[in-house]
């Protein structure tokens, strides 16, 4: 995260690129890069020429159009940081995401965003704003979002902020840095906490209100070489949520060289699962609100989603199963089941 070589100014492209864009689109799919990061580079494993999500999810999510969304996430750079605060990024990722939706056509289309590191935080901050707005085509935002794949953000704050920890040559000879940035990573930091809360809040009257957002944490296994675990996987955790893990440090856990990885096979179950759950994909499962309105009752099964992975069924009857520790249940469906879903009761 801290690490990386400064680049040079043409490789901070900023703003929405799409990636993927299916004619019958009904779901957008938008990731956001961490710290030190790159729209298209974050994205992309070593040897290969473009970024997994273009090359492995339009054959597994059909109508999902894929966005990435840039910003300059440089930190400690030898020149000159930019000086954005945390408030200043998430309030261009609302700007720009909302235009391009606009001037796509897509203003009301369901939208999950998959977010690494610092991305997550500037994630939740635009919802907040988002959810705040008096503009109506900004709180769309917020109304469309249905899921957050969290990939190794600090939401309890990142040792890896605290310089006293970070060796002298991780950080090369640092002319100008970002402390608003750094300060607010630091663990137990009040402005970190504020988001967090408000972050909790939201998402609690969101399930209050029949409408639940669905969030999915994963955490690395390994540390960095010389520096250590970036984020531990207690900070990277939400309590009542999926916490999953990938087995790489807190760079490569967001750079999957082909679709066999098991870390890719973890976070594209999420998406089949929500997908499925929107209705957007070829299952049909339906939500919880829906049937809830049709005077049906929902079957939430929390007890089977594990700590390690989900088993459900989607169309053609595939089972998914998880190999890890956990409650695993073996047999047929009648009709539509839940997994993972807060309980209404």
Known sequence: MVAAAEPARNEFPDGVKIWHSPEDAELDICFIHGLSGNRDKTWTAPG??????AELLPSRLAKARLLTYG????????????TNRLIDHANNLLHDLTAERVSSD?????????VHSFGGIICKTALIISRQSPESHLRQVYNDTKGIAFLGTPH???????????????LGQVK???????????????????????FLSMIHDLLETGRPLQITCFF???????????VSKESASLEGYSAFSI?????DMVKFGSASENGFKRLLGELVRWDAMLGTGDSTVSPVAELESDGKTPNVTPSLQTTTGHIFNVSGGTQHNNMGAGNQFFGNFDGPVYF?????K
């Open 48 to 53: 290969q020429p473009n970024p997994w999500p």
């Open 340 to 344: 993972g879903l807060p309980s209404t």
């Open 247 to 251: 087995h790489a440090n807190h760079s």
């Open 176 to 198: 100008s840095t970002n402390r608003n940035i750094l300060d607010v990573l630091q663990i137990n930091n009040q402005y970190l906490e504020f988001i967090q809360t408000s």
């Open 220 to 230: 690395e296994e390994l540390p960095i070489p010389g520096v250590g675990t970036i």
């Open 71 to 82: 910003y300059d996430a440089y930190v400690l750079k030898k020149s000159v940081s930019s």
């Open 106 to 114: 897509a203003i009301n289309r369901p939208l999950v965003f998959i």
């Open 156 to 170: 309890r704050g990142s040792w890896a902020a605290d310089w006293a920890k970070i060796p002298a040559w991780a």
